[in-house]
């Protein structure tokens, strides 16, 4: 059931084409859908700065107050934290946006894109895949 | 146990021998606590230029990224086929993999991997890599197409190191021989000697439990690797691998000959941690894939 009503609110958020960059790490492609996004808006309720994969759960309300525990997945500290992560960025209560590319399952998971704080701030930064590599410097797929 | 006992050996009498702060310092970055590292930075040793010296292989080494890399079978550096995609004549392989054995062919379908025509979400397989269990050799040099490694010389033994779960390799150069009747190692048993200017690697004694790569091609504790290493300037590290494993192939496994660039950063910390990557499965990926409540 709650899968269903997190696809549900999903799509009411808004389901879109986006342009993946790339497609960061173990089985992402097979697991989410890669060509499309979810916009969430919600409070973070745990940051989980980990190896090998960072996440961040968050609670999504909606309009009739019905509340979903999502959960979003990133790469790892190493990488994130030239984009501008760290242990520190996030705590419980934070109010965010997430952008992400939601399951194949219908489930309240996403694969992030990027997420949004509530002062503006956009992470991770653009353009940076670790080891000091740019993301410009590789070609496109 | 005997090779991480030799590695971790190792390891020990490096950070005695060498003055360098090579090993001594952990890089962090931007993003950690104020006054850590700059990734960027390099140790100094590594960083200066040195004369051009072809038995000196100590450098950080990585794969140039390239389109589809993560579908790319690096012994080859040839495209697989993939899903909803067709691949360009130019990236096919003739000569990748050689027929398998019905033990290998066996094998090879009994493996779930998120990579690749047979892939499935990671909740649903059974990827090694998924738990932290070890990825071994040689799949884990594979994965320096994002995550780099380097070769460290010291007397009687070379070093390699990969960032990707921080492997640690020992290719003794002592004279020894490759044992006869290995017990299986995760990362094998590796000796090197020089053949002009080509280091040449030969390893077995490899624990069959791992993969090749992450799409599931397996190989049996019978698997014989040579590895020839060659640096042809100062920045560019050439290497062909040859597998031969009569349990798992009918034919030699021979790999296309792939370029490392010299890379201008430092190996990080790139830990996958057994408990973390537990939480991770239980809060993320499991109920990505419907297995478990979110």
Redesign the interface.
């Known amino acids: 059931m709650?899968?269903r009503l997190?696809a549900c609110f999903a799509s009411v958020l808004g389901v879109l084409l986006a342009v993946v960059p790339l497609?960061a790490h173990?089985?992402t492609?097979?697991?989410?859908e890669v060509d499309k996004e979810v916009t969430l808006k919600g409070t973070v309720t745990?940051w989980?700065w980990?190896?090998?994969?960072c996440?961040i759960?968050f609670d999504v309300t909606d309009d009739k107050g019905n509340v979903?525990?999502?959960?979003?997945?990133l790469g790892?500290?190493?990488s994130?934290?030239?984009?501008?992560?760290?242990?520190d960025?996030l705590k419980p209560g934070d109010k965010l946006t997430v952008v992400g590319h939601p399951?194949?399952?219908?489930?309240?998971?996403v694969s992030l894109e990027h997420f949004v704080l509530a002062d503006g701030r956009e992470l991770p930064e653009k353009g940076v895949k670790?080891?000091?590599?740019k993301l410009n410097?590789?070609?496109?797929? | 146990m005997r090779n991480r006992l030799v590695a971790s050996v190792g390891v020990l009498l490096v950070v005695g021998a060498c003055s360098s702060p090579l090993l001594a310092q952990t890089y962090?970055?931007?993003?950690?606590s104020p006054g850590a590292w700059k990734?960027?930075e390099l140790p100094k040793d590594l960083a200066k230029t040195k004369p051009f010296d072809p038995h000196d292989l100590s450098a950080v080494w990585?794969m140039p990224?390239?389109?589809?890399y993560?579908e790319r079978h690096s012994l080859n550096d040839k495209w697989l086929e993939i899903k909803d995609k067709s691949v360009p004549d130019q990236m096919k392989s003739d000569t990748y993999p050689p027929p398998m054995t019905p033990w290998g062919k066996a094998k090879f379908e009994a493996t779930k991997p998120?990579?690749g025509p047979r892939?499935?979400?990671?909740?649903e397989?059974n990827?090694e890599?998924?738990t932290?269990e070890p990825m071994g050799y040689p799949r884990d040099l594979w994965e320096a197409n994002?995550?780099?490694f380097e070769f460290i010389q010291i007397s009687g033994r070379v070093l390699q190191h990969m960032?990707f779960h921080d492997l640690w390799r020992t290719i003794w150069t002592d004279g020894r021989q490759l044992p006869k009747n290995p017990d299986p190692a995760w990362n094998g048993y590796a000796i090197g000697h020089w053949d002009g200017d080509t280091f040449v690697v030969e390893s077995n004694g490899y624990d069959d439990r791992t993969w090749l790569d992450?799409f599931g091609s397996p190989h049996s504790d019978q698997m014989y690797l040579v590895e020839r290493y060659k640096r042809v300037d100062a920045d560019h590290l050439e290497l062909q691998m040859t597998l031969t494993d009569p349990k798992t192939y009918t034919a030699p496994w021979v790999g296309d000959k792939i370029t490392f660039d010299r890379?201008?950063?430092a190996i990080?910390?790139?830990?996958?941690?057994p408990s973390?990557?537990s939480?991770?499965n239980d809060?993320?990926?499991d109920?990505?894939?419907?297995k478990a409540?979110?």
């Open positions: 709650k899968p997190a497609l173990h089985g492609g097979v697991a989410y745990e989980i980990a190896n090998p994969h996440a759960l979903v525990h999502w959960g979003a997945e790892n500290p190493h994130l934290s030239e984009a501008g992560l760290s242990k960025v399951s194949k399952s219908g489930a309240p998971r670790g080891n000091g590599v410097d590789e070609p496109s797929q | 962090g970055t931007k993003g950690y990734p960027e990585s990224t390239k389109p589809g993560f998120s990579y892939s499935v979400p990671p909740g397989g990827d890599v998924s932290c994002l995550r780099p960032q992450h890379a201008k950063v990080f910390e790139e830990i996958c941690a973390e990557e939480n991770f809060k993320i990926r109920p990505a894939v419907g409540q979110p």
